[in-house]
């Protein structure tokens, strides 16, 4: 039985992966139109890993160069001051708001935005009251669903993970909670994928999927 639920953010609760998505664009654009593209099929599949880690990838990996973490640094802020406030305005995804607004179970969010822009935006959304912990990055995921678990002494069987992303799927697997894999863009794909409880495109229906899953 589900006692508890954990969310990823951006693709599962607001429809702001596009934003994100821009923004990277128009970060690398400058590195011309094969990095970019590089760039971009890399952040819509591994859409749940710190922005950080990902920007020093890209340099290392796409570009063989060498990046501070000063440069990173910088990097990210730029990235945040581009997002921000279009994540802060963006809807929300289908059934997401009437859920957490109706449901007693207690709620959590994992994201990979950086904790203090995701403690802004939640706040600045009016949602705080509705979950018991706003947990970003740079801490992993996996770190934050041992602490959820650890937090209500639940076992993992009582834990569900809703993410949009390849990397939420394997941090669900190794803690080995329930997942459901919400479809945000045509390019995310959880078939065939032995560990996923649900695939679905909205949470109109999430109550319907938890009772589905006792």
Same mark, same amino acid.
């Not at 599949?45 to 060498?66: A, D, L, N, P, W």
């Given at each position: 039985?589900?006692?508890?639920?954990?969310?990823?953010?951006?693709?599962?609760?607001?429809?702001?992966?596009?934003?994100?998505?821009?923004?990277?664009?128009?970060?690398?654009?400058?590195?011309?139109?094969?990095?970019?593209?590089?760039?971009?099929?890399?952040?819509?599949?591994?859409?749940?890993?710190?922005?950080?880690?990902?920007?020093?990838?890209?340099?290392?990996? !796409?570009?063989?160069?060498?990046?501070? &973490?000063? =440069?990173?640094? #910088? *990097?990210?802020?730029?990235? +945040?001051?581009?997002?921000?406030?279009?994540?802060?305005?963006?809807?929300?995804?289908?059934?997401?708001?009437?859920?957490?607004?109706?449901?007693?179970?207690?709620? !959590?969010?994992?994201?990979?935005?950086? &904790?203090? =822009?995701?403690? #802004? *935006?939640?706040?600045?959304? +009016?949602?705080?009251?509705?979950?018991?912990?706003?947990?970003?990055?740079?801490?992993?995921?996996?770190?934050?669903?041992?602490?959820?678990?650890?937090?209500?002494?639940?076992?993992?069987?009582?834990?569900?993970?809703?993410?949009?992303?390849?990397?939420?799927?394997?941090?669900?697997?190794?803690?080995?909670?329930?997942?459901?894999?919400?479809?945000?863009?045509?390019?995310?794909?959880?078939?065939?994928?032995?560990?996923?409880?649900?695939?679905?495109?909205?949470?109109?229906?999430?109550?319907?999927?938890?009772?589905?899953?006792?």
């Amino acid at each position: 039985m589900i006692k508890v639920i954990a969310f990823d953010f951006d693709g599962v609760l607001v429809e702001s992966g596009g934003v994100k998505t821009s923004a990277f664009a128009q970060l690398f654009c400058p590195y011309g139109p094969d990095i970019e593209k590089k760039v971009v099929a890399h952040h819509l599949e591994y859409g749940g890993i710190s922005r950080y880690e990902k920007v020093r990838y890209y340099f290392e990996h !796409f570009m063989q160069k060498t990046i501070s &973490q000063e =440069e990173v640094n #910088h *990097i990210c802020e730029r990235f +945040s001051e581009i997002v921000v406030e279009d994540v802060i305005e963006a809807h929300y995804v289908s059934g997401a708001k009437e859920f957490f607004q109706t449901t007693s179970l207690p709620l !959590f969010i994992v994201s990979g935005t950086p &904790q203090a =822009e995701l403690e #802004h *935006i939640v706040q600045q959304r +009016s949602m705080e009251p509705f979950f018991q912990g706003i947990y970003g990055s740079p801490t992993k995921k996996t770190f934050w669903l041992k602490t959820i678990l650890d937090t209500g002494h639940w076992k993992p069987s009582e834990l569900l993970f809703i993410g949009d992303s390849l990397s939420d799927y394997s941090a669900a697997v190794e803690t080995n909670v329930h997942f459901i894999g919400r479809l945000s863009a045509p390019t995310i794909h959880f078939d065939g994928l032995s560990r996923v409880d649900f695939i679905v495109s909205d949470l109109q229906h999430l109550s319907i999927y938890i009772k589905l899953m006792e």
